[in-house]
């Protein structure tokens, strides 16, 4: 089923009339904390009812007019809302003030303190609140728009990789885990534990940019600022704003905007990010320590910025119906079955909840979705009603043609996570069919290519294409002109192009993408990146390659030396197989078939591998120096294979990246060359 249509598209009309200098904004703050008490709180797996307010929780309201179009933005202390809420909300908003439905943006914060605006996983919709908060939210941005006065705005991005990091990690093949429905599913999931033996590394990328819209009057006194930033939530009791209250009241303070002033945290893309670093151990760090290092980021950000009297602005919306992956037989039976026993109580396990969970499903296996993008002045913003993943919001940041651009998530509804394609291959948490998680496998790219569309239309630009880190190291693999050269810079499959134009390779199932790669010196700020394999391979065909060629790669071997008992496949071209760990005797030491040489690749580390042919002499290279050589028949046909073969098992485990396939054997010393030209690498 696919189905994508235009509500409203008025942008061509709203700049054109748009009077530059009538910029005009208006901030406030209301409070939604519940009146009445006990009140139910969603955002873990069972529920949860909450007497009191830990602390009071708001509805934040900008409204912003250029003349032609008056938009509205609104961000609540909230886990998730329902579009059907959310619709209420606005249709009662624009009774009040005039503002089209379609031009109104509301998300959610994604606290988990809150109380429950809509019913997810085993917490049932609290009814009372449920009829108590649209009227706020409306309220709020009426008062905002009472507030309106000339203004100007400006706006800035500053990245905190400190604070942010991906809490979905890749396990070990042989210690994956089980699924809900009882089944051994789980390659990679949420929450590993601090430095797990049995998990090797982050699935995806950081989008660690806190972006900034910053609002003055027209003599330079802070009216509001629009944060955004990827970190699902830091955790507090309930019920409580979590960090976005606090990181509001800290960074006014720091602005000293005074009464009125209104800071906002909007939720970025962080499906599956998180403020714990799984690789550290266990940090100190407190809910106020947190709130407040975010904040003095921000506000350095905000010091820097310049602000512009003649914005304009300009806003699309469009909706798209999804499939959700609706239960089987099967797995019906299954959940009848498991509720039967409960017995008309609530869930108090995981499987009961997913029971329960199908059948919400099975009654409503489509949904409709509002997607939004809005340009001030040249910032672009996208409204997405789903937990999006960072990989998602890197893609729409390196192809949006508004630059910068930033995505608020769970915006306009609450339809849940939507993981990358490939990522639905290595199962967890975010893959598991509920209402938090039920959109169909193809629902991120088509989110991403409509969302996309929408750029374009509030820009009048086409979207951009993404550029890849280049360095001394791709260069000197440049200039020794290799037939092939495979970056792995791609946000998804199943194809890899080939640098030189000519001998695209495809990616096989069970590979995650765009992750941080070797990074070099001379790249800067610019991010390398990498494909991390984890069951998978790829493969390519450098046609008439012949008995004298180079492969040149760097890997990141992701098990220890004491766990591979099987052959892991870096590299396979006919008979020419280099492997990683041959046996139990040789755990993570690279061979080559045909030869008696070995040598010892550390854990987690990027290595440089180089393979050498010269006929039947084969030579290895290990970070630029010799350490295996030998004799054997050379391999003919141009089919390669990086990391595995097809429906093999012995795979290599760990991330691939700048792979080169030369027609020729390179020397001793540009093997060496290429080395000291990556520089020092780090992670």
């Given at each position: 089923m696919r189905s994508i249509f235009c509500v409203s598209l008025w942008i061509g009309t709203a700049v054109a009339w748009a009077v530059p200098g009538n910029f005009r904004a208006g901030a406030y703050a209301i409070d939604v904390t519940p009146v009445k008490f006990p009140v139910l709180v969603n955002g873990m797996f069972l529920e949860r009812l909450a007497e009191k307010a830990y602390d009071r929780i708001h509805a934040r309201c900008l409204v912003m007019d250029d003349g032609a179009v008056r938009v509205a933005?609104?961000?609540?202390?909230?886990?998730?809302?329902?579009?059907?809420?959310?619709?209420?909300?606005?249709?009662?908003?624009?009774?009040?003030?005039?503002?089209?439905?379609?031009?109104?943006?509301?998300?959610?914060?994604?606290?988990?303190?809150?109380?429950?605006?809509?019913?997810?996983?085993?917490?049932?919709?609290?009814?009372?609140?449920?009829?108590?908060?649209?009227?706020?939210?409306?309220?709020?941005?009426?008062?905002?728009?009472?507030?309106?006065?000339?203004?100007?705005?400006?706006?800035?991005?500053?990245?905190?990789?400190?604070?942010?990091?991906?809490?979905?990690?890749?396990?070990?093949?042989?210690?994956?885990?089980?699924?809900?429905?009882?089944?051994?599913?789980?390659?990679?999931?949420?929450?590993?534990?601090?430095?797990?033996?049995?998990?090797?590394?982050?699935?995806?990328?950081?989008?660690?940019?806190?972006?900034?819209?910053?609002?003055?009057?027209?003599?330079?006194?802070?009216?509001?600022?629009?944060?955004?930033?990827?970190?699902?939530?830091?955790g507090s009791p309930i019920v409580s704003s979590d960090y976005y209250g606090l990181f509001a009241s800290k960074l006014a303070r720091r602005i000293g905007g005074g009464e009125g002033f209104v800071a906002i945290m909007s939720q970025g893309t962080s499906g599956d990010q998180m403020w714990m670093d799984y690789s550290r151990p266990k940090s100190d760090l407190t809910l106020e320590g947190y709130a407040q290092g975010v904040a003095d980021r921000a506000y350095e950000a905000w010091r820097s910025i310049e602000y512009r009297p003649a914005v304009t602005l300009a806003m699309a919306e469009t909706r798209l119906r999804l499939r959700r992956r609706a239960p089987d037989e099967q797995l019906l039976a299954w959940a009848r079955q498991m509720l039967a026993r409960m017995n008309g109580s609530k869930p108090r396990t995981q499987p009961e909840v997913y029971a329960r969970e199908a059948l919400f499903l099975r009654d409503e296996p489509v949904r409709e979705l509002k997607l939004q993008a809005l340009r001030v002045g040249d910032l672009g913003i996208t409204a997405i009603p789903n937990e999006v993943f960072g990989i998602t919001g890197l893609k729409l940041k390196a192809r949006s043609p508004l630059q910068p651009t930033f995505n608020i998530e769970l915006a306009n509804g609450a339809e849940g996570y939507i993981?990358?394609?490939?990522?639905?291959?290595?199962?967890?948490?975010?893959?598991?069919?509920?209402?938090?998680?039920?959109?169909?496998?193809?629902?991120?790219?088509?989110?991403?290519?409509?969302?996309?569309?929408?750029?374009?239309?509030?820009?009048?630009?086409?979207?951009?294409?993404?550029?890849?880190?280049?360095?001394?190291y791709t260069g000197a693999v440049l200039s020794s002109r290799p037939e092939a050269y495979w970056r792995f810079s791609e946000f998804t499959g199943p194809r890899a192009e080939d640098a030189m134009g000519r001998h695209p390779a495809t990616y096989g199932d069970g590979i995650a993408f765009y992750l941080t790669g070797p990074q070099s010196p001379d790249w800067g700020n610019q991010i390398n990146r990498a494909v991390h394999l984890a069951g998978g391979h790829i493969a390519a065909n450098v046609e008439k390659l012949g008995p004298r060629y180079t492969a040149e790669m760097w890997l990141w071997n992701g098990l220890p030396n004491d766990a591979r008992g099987t052959t892991g496949i870096v590299f396979a071209r006919g008979a020419d197989i280099l492997v990683l760990g041959g046996s139990s005797r040789a755990p993570g030491r690279?061979?080559?078939?045909?030869?008696?040489?070995?040598?010892?690749?550390?854990?987690?580390?990027?290595?440089?591998?180089?393979?050498?042919?010269?006929?039947?002499?084969?030579?290895?290279?290990?970070?630029?120096?010799?350490?295996?050589?030998?004799?054997?028949?050379?391999?003919?046909?141009?089919?390669?294979?990086?990391?595995?073969?097809?429906?093999?098992?012995?795979?290599?485990?760990?991330?691939?990246?700048?792979?080169?396939?030369?027609?020729?054997?390179?020397?001793?010393?540009?093997?060496?060359?290429?080395?000291?030209?990556?520089?020092?690498?780090?992670?």
């Open positions: 933005v609104a961000v609540v202390d909230s886990c998730m809302m329902s579009r059907e809420l959310l619709d209420a909300a606005k249709e009662m908003a624009h009774v009040r003030t005039g503002i089209a439905v379609e031009r109104m943006l509301i998300s959610a914060t994604h606290t988990h303190s809150a109380p429950a605006a809509m019913g997810c996983l085993g917490t049932d919709a609290d009814p009372d609140y449920v009829r108590f908060l649209p009227g706020r939210i409306a309220e709020g941005i009426e008062k905002a728009a009472a507030r309106l006065e000339p203004a100007r705005a400006g706006w800035a991005v500053i990245d905190d990789f400190d604070h942010t990091h991906c809490r979905r990690w890749i396990f070990r093949p042989d210690k994956m885990r089980q699924d809900p429905f009882g089944a051994i599913t789980v390659r990679a999931n949420m929450h590993p534990g601090y430095q797990n033996p049995d998990a090797i590394a982050p699935s995806g990328p950081v989008d660690a940019a806190i972006s900034l819209l910053s609002i003055q009057s027209a003599d330079g006194k802070p009216l509001a600022v629009l944060a955004n930033y990827s970190q699902h939530y830091f993981p990358p394609p490939e990522q639905h291959k290595l199962g967890g948490y975010t893959t598991w069919p509920a209402r938090t998680a039920s959109l169909e496998v193809e629902a991120e790219p088509r989110i991403v290519e409509t969302v996309l569309t929408l750029l374009e239309k509030v820009s009048r630009n086409p979207r951009r294409r993404p550029v890849e880190a280049r360095g001394a690279l061979l080559f078939a045909g030869t008696a040489g070995r040598t010892e690749v550390i854990p987690k580390t990027w290595n440089q591998v180089v393979l050498v042919r010269e006929g039947q002499k084969v030579s290895v290279y290990l970070n630029g120096k010799p350490e295996i050589s030998g004799r054997s028949e050379p391999a003919a046909g141009g089919e390669v294979f990086i990391g595995g073969r097809p429906g093999a098992v012995e795979s290599f485990e760990g991330k691939i990246d700048e792979v080169a396939i030369y027609r020729r054997a390179l020397s001793a010393g540009e093997v060496a060359q290429h080395f000291r030209a990556a520089g020092s690498i780090r992670e």
